[in-house]
Each structure stands twice: as C-alpha cells, then as structure tokens.
C-alpha cells in the first residue's frame, strides 16, 4: 500500500503541475458567472488598491483675447487597500480507499489515482464545484453593494467602504397591474444609472435586472409587459413558460434569476396584518423553523419561527407580519444564511437588483497570489492545487485548492433594487 502512496509523489502532483491541470479543466457557466460582468485583476499582494479620483467637466466661459484663460482644477485622489481573503477546501484519500487499485509498478495504476483525485477535486460534487459555488454568492452580493462569508455576515460593505448613501428602493406595486406605470419606473432607473455611471456607461453598457420567482411572475403578466409584446413575434415567448427565462423590456435585460436549489416555492395563503402563513397539510413537512421567507408583503430577511403541522401553518418569527393583500401568493423558502446553514444562493422572492453590465472597471476580481513558496511575487491565478502528505505513518494525502478573491464593486452608486409590493420593505 506504501507504493500506491508514492503515486502521489511523482510529477503529475506537485502543485504547479496540478494547478495547469485544473486550469484546463472546460468552463462550465453558471448564472452571474455566465454574465462575466467581473474583470478579473491579477495582483502580486495580498491588499487591492482602489484609487477614486472624483473627475467632473465644466463650462468653459468665454474670456476676452489677450487676457489669461481660465484655469482646470486638478481632482482630488484618494485610495483605499482592501485585503484579500482566502477560500480553501480539501479532502484526503486515505491508503485504504485505495485498496482496490493494482500493485504500484503497473502502467494503469497512475491513471487510475488520477481518476480519483480529478473525481474530487472537479466532480459535479467535488472541491472546484464548491468553490465555484462559494463565487457565485460572492458574485450576486457584489452586485447588491457587498462581500459575505459563508454565514451571511457581511466583511466588505462597498457603500460604507466608498462614503456612498445606497439608492432607496423602489416600489413596482406590480400586482396592481396599473397601465402605464412601468415604463416611467424603468426610464428613471436607466437614466440615473447612466448619470451615476459616468463614463463607465458606454455604448454596449446594458442595465441588467436579476429578479426573484414572485416580482418575475407579476411582471411578465403586467399589461404593460404584455401590451408591447402584443403585436411581435416575441409574444410567443411569453406564452410559453418563462421560469429562470429572460427578456428586454423599457430598454432593461430582465431576468428571472435561478439560484441555489436549497430553495423551494410554495403557494401560501396570507392575511395583511398577519404573521401566519398557510401553507396546508401537505407542504407545511417541506419547511423548517429557522428558514428565511421571501416574498410578496414580507420584509426582507423574515424567518419562520413555528409551525403547526395539524393546521399546515408557518408563523413569522420576531413578530413580523405580512403586509400585502389578503390573498394566496407564492412565497420562497430556504434553509440559507437566516437559518445559520450554507449561504443559500438566491433574489428575495418579491425583489430586483439592477446593475450595469459590460461597464468597464465597476466589478472587479482581484486575485492574489498562493501563500506557498514557489508563487511568490507572481501574479495571482484564479485557484491553486497543492498535495499535502502524511509525513509521519503515511496513511493519507490530501488534496487541497485554494482560491485568493476579492469581488468588488468600485460604483456602488450605481446598483438599485426594487420589490413587486406597493411599499419599499
């Protein structure tokens, strides 16, 4: 068993070979990632640099030939550093596992180790796949103005961090289904990104919406919505089902936002002024105490604090009530960051964020450099794979990939959320 051991020893495995490897690996996209709405930035530190330079243009007046010109004003500059976090996930392969392997000696035995580590290290479960998954949550944060840890808790505020007042958020009252109340709702989101935007907003800058299931459904039924689809081709595509679809619309790319699959959507009759929501009988066993609601009439970051399984009922903890319309609505559930479990990935049921895409230098990937040796003063990639062994009985080696990023959003002036109810939460 020693000698299957030493497989790991030969060059295939040492960490810069393995890192080629697992850059080689085919990209998979997946929702914001797809986007690539994130420049990466290699840099050779450990801190990022972010240099905000408040530059503005000016009415020249006119002045009398012979006399002085008028004078430009040089913009103040001031730069902020903000450090690098670490994501890493291994797993060790223990002797044992490997015991169905052929002697060491025979020509397959390498392929077949290999096999297995690639199994867990870029598998559909594997370590690549978690930490891709990590990404994406980092991803859709930044676009809301912030950088979470896995439980939810916020490391970067990009607001505070650039003394920026976030937008107020903005009311679609989309259930109403009031004709023509839309498009002006639209119109002033594009236009103050774009003034916000600066010279970020160019010609190919998009205003990208990512929705949640509830505003996706009241939207694509809104009159206003289906009355400029009416007479075009692409009403067909309205008719057909448009879960996790999207769409153009009042000049914004619209889109119903799939995230983690850790979330379930269920219908739920609800009272206004009540913290109950009744599922009946045979959902109410798919929920959970502890579980984050999101929704029409619900504010943002409620949790399920009881359930009475004979009525088929859910209360709201803390004492939040419902407070849309009396009626029966979808409403997401989820064992996420408000349940202390994995960070579910994932748009309120009832919101929107919008934000530009394709605006040069808004979103940003630093990436750092490996701690170990051989990756100093070099710029950094975008993950690392290292073998760590057990050097005293060995008995195990350990397979671990590191990421160094950091997601930022140097503009957050320009990012803006909205919620299908009548009232901001």
Request: aromatic content about 10%; hydrophobic content about 40%.
């Amino acid at each position: 068993m020693t000698g299957i051991l030493d497989v790991f020893h030969q060059d295939p495995f040492t960490t810069i070979q393995l890192t080629s490897a697992i850059e080689k690996v085919p990209y998979v996209p997946d929702g914001l990632e797809a986007m690539e709405i994130f420049e990466d930035k290699p840099i050779r530190t450990e801190q990022l640099a972010v240099e905000e330079r408040q530059g503005q243009l000016v009415i020249v007046p006119f002045t009398d030939r012979g006399a002085p010109g008028s004078e430009r004003t040089t913009e103040l500059r001031n730069a902020r550093s903000f450090k690098v976090p670490r994501l890493r996930l291994g797993d060790t392969i223990y002797a044992r596992e490997l015991a169905g392997i052929r002697e060491f000696g025979q020509e397959t035995v390498l392929m077949q180790v290999q096999s297995e580590l690639g199994r867990r290290l870029v598998g559909p479960t594997g370590i690549r796949n978690n930490l891709r998954y990590t990404q994406e949550f980092h991803r859709l944060a930044a676009v809301q103005g912030k950088l979470l840890d896995a439980n939810g808790s916020v490391l970067y505020n990009w607001f505070d961090e650039f003394r920026i007042t976030p937008n107020a958020e903005i009311p679609f009252n989309l259930l109403a289904k009031t004709t023509g109340s839309l498009r002006p709702l639209c119109n002033a989101i594009v236009r103050s990104m774009k003034r916000k935007a600066q010279g970020a907003f160019t010609l190919s800058t998009r205003v990208q919406a990512l929705c949640g299931d509830g505003f996706w459904d009241a939207l694509v039924t809104h009159p206003d919505v289906e009355k400029t689809y009416l007479n075009w081709a692409e009403a067909t595509e309205l008719r057909k089902g448009t879960a996790f679809e999207n769409y153009t619309f009042s000049d914004i790319d619209w889109q119903n936002y799939r995230g983690s699959d850790d979330e379930l959507a269920l219908a739920a009759a609800a009272t206004n002024g009540s913290g109950v929501l009744t599922l009946g009988t045979g959902s109410i066993g798919l929920v959970s105490v502890g579980w984050a609601v999101s929704g029409p009439g619900i504010p943002m970051g409620a949790t399920i604090g009881s359930i009475n399984s004979g009525a088929g009922t859910a209360t709201l903890a803390g004492g939040v009530l419902f407070g849309g319309a009396t009626g029966t609505y979808t409403f997401n559930f989820g064992g996420g960051i408000a349940a202390g479990g994995g960070g579910t990935i994932s748009i309120p049921s009832n919101a929107a964020v919008f934000f530009p895409k394709k605006a040069p230098g808004i979103f940003q990937r630093a990436l750092a450099p490996a701690d170990s040796v051989e990756w100093v003063n070099t710029l950094g990639k975008p993950e690392y794979v290292q073998m760590i062994f057990d050097r005293d009985r060995n008995e195990w080696v350990r397979a671990e990939m590191t990421v160094y990023p950091l997601h930022i959003c140097t503009r957050p002036e320009v990012l803006f959320t909205g919620t299908m109810d009548a009232a901001a939460d």
